[in-house]
């Protein structure tokens, strides 16, 4: 079944595919012979090597094999992708040929071509844009950098939000049994499992703090088809799916609790040295207070009767109520429902 991670790559390899498509003809014509032979030729070339390029950065480099990446260095990983890259860029480029001319000792004589000349350079610039901006958006986030880009918070707003915040449970004890190099790996796992709920969830990861994990969504988002609960529930499935490899390899299967709310908040860029988007707003201290309520009172998760108000729950969950909650940091009491069973 295909799964959110794939759909998305899937969007990725369609975008970079058809980018390249429109400019590689407009490169061939600057560059070569201006005919409609070298713009199809380009368009031939482009599609191709983008498929065979971004198909190898997205399902191979960061997908079947980006744990095996991730434990090399950064250069090591630069060379080897690089190395890897060009040699598809080849590949494609020469098969390209052979497709438009129809003749197979176009493959080898296309690596004599002084075009070639151009379109290395050309290639290498593409190839180190895209896998630039493929890391920039793994490393702040999925949507963060389309934010940035398009300046979304570049002056505060406020905008309706919902905010679910994990956390797992005894990660002291943990840490004093693992060490902290082997509970480290053990919430790297555990954060690797949550990404396809997340995805699945149409959600974002906001932060990552110590053991702690915020995953936040625009309110209608949230709301649609309950994924702000659904989200949770998919975690605790991934994980109970892989209790057995957590328990071969850290002796522990890792336990969370959460706290669910939404509301107004402020949203805006932040930092000179270190920047990014920070929300603001009483909603995050209340959705922070219910998931510390959660884990004393040992509910899976806790949501608010302001939220729960506006989600119909899927079917197979269970909503019991906890009462009105006096909350640290709160004057007004808060009322809270634990959410208990499985989304149908």
Known sequence: MSTARARIRRRQLAAIVLVACAITPVFNFVTGESSLRAAIQ????????????????????????RLWFRRLGFWADLVLSSTIALALFLLGRASGHVVTSLEPRRFVSSFAEPHLLYALPFFAAAAVTIQFLLQMNRMIGANVLGYFAAGVYRWPKAEERIFLFLDLEGSTRLAEELGSARYFELLRRFVDDLTEPVLAAEGEIYQYAGDEVVITWPIEAGRRRAHCVRCFFGIRAAVTRNAERYQREFGAVPRFRGGLHGGTVTGGELGDLRQQIVFVGDILNTAARLEEYAKRSRLDLVVSGALLERIVLPAGIVATRCGELALRGKEARVAAYSLTGAPA
Request: glycine content about 20%; aromatic content about 8%; cysteine-free.
């Open 42 to 65: 380009g368009v031939v070339d482009a599609g191709l090597v983008s498929m065979l390029v971004g198909g190898y950065l997205l399902f191979i480099r960061d997908g079947h094999l």
